[in-house]
């Protein structure tokens, strides 16, 4: 199979995020990239296809102000890194978003990722990998991974969050679409609810999206991934929501993998995207569900056989130390 990563996906640095009341470490280290790197061999760096694909799913108002906003940081004066502190949450009118706040507040969900001036470049070659990867398979490869970092399945069309900026599995799906596959399926195993991806397809019938998550009543990111959340307009039925509680292990999620798995196969993907996090293994720092290793290999061997053509994309998973392995399990699964 094969694997897309770019070296400048490691240089996105945050130092902390705001969280629990006050500032922590970051918990999406360039590190993790090492040590996949590590774990897998042959990997390749993704040619450069461009902004076109990027912005078939993203304004190009908010791909600028990722740019701008972490220079303009600096040129106030202000010392950290890039985090919001004021949201146009409240219905309101047009905005001058000429300070920096402002610009940066408008197109955020969370203050839990910091914008730096290197987030853009590897925001950019993380969607560049996960485009590399839709072009082999598209071209013929029964699966290919994307060896994304920072992640992708917070963000939407015009907001950053979740420690994600660009939402790689959209960019592939939206590729793949606009490749001439007619029907993609996204299946979001990722331990939290991918809200951007499904607020980008929300409305779309021809993109399904089905995610396995903890309980947004429990866990980030809260207000979105309750299993009465289905889509809407023409995207009717074409969104499926799987909430799980603390503690789930290999079986319960197993079965809800099977659910999900019907549905895709009902409506019909010429191609199938994976949001791959491992947050749900049981020593994650931040999260609380109770995969193992192996758990991974059995997921994506149960994948595999459905017989789609298959981009996995790399979303989270934290506990450094285990990652490398992790994701070894669930390649070999495929
Ligand atoms: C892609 C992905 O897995 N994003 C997860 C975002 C979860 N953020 C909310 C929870 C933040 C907890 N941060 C703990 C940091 C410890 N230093
Ligand atoms: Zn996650």
Known sequence: MRIFTHPLQAAHRPRDEFHNGGLTPYADVPERLALMRAALGGIETPPDAGMAPI???????YCQALQDVPHLWCAAGRP?????????????????????????????MDTVTPLTVDSWAAAYWSSQSALAATAAVVGGDRSAFALSRPPGHHAGRDYCGGYCHLNHAAVAAQAARDA??????????????G???????????????ASIHADPATDFPFYWGHADEVGADGGAGATLNLPLPHGTTLDAF????????????????????????????EGDPISRFALTTPSYTTLAAEIAGCGWPTVIVMEGGYAVEA??????SFLAGF
């Open 55 to 61: 912005l078939a799913v993203h304004d190009a108002a």
């Open 80 to 108: 950290g890194d890039a985090i919001p502190y004021a949201f146009p949450v409240a219905r309101r009118r047009a905005l001058s978003l000429s300070r920096v706040d402002a610009l940066l507040g408008a197109h955020a």
């Open 180 to 193: 001439g596959v007619a029907r993609v399926a996204i299946l979001d195993i990722d331990y939290h609810h």
């Open 195 to 209: 809200n951007g991806t499904q607020d980008i397809f929300w409305e779309r019938g021809d993109v399904f999206y």
């Open 254 to 281: 197993r079965a809800a993998q099977a659910t999900a798995l019907d549905a895709i196969a009902r409506f019909g993907p010429g191609l199938l995207v994976v949001s791959f996090g491992a947050d749900t293994w």
């Open 323 to 328: 990652l490398g392995h992790n994701v070894a």
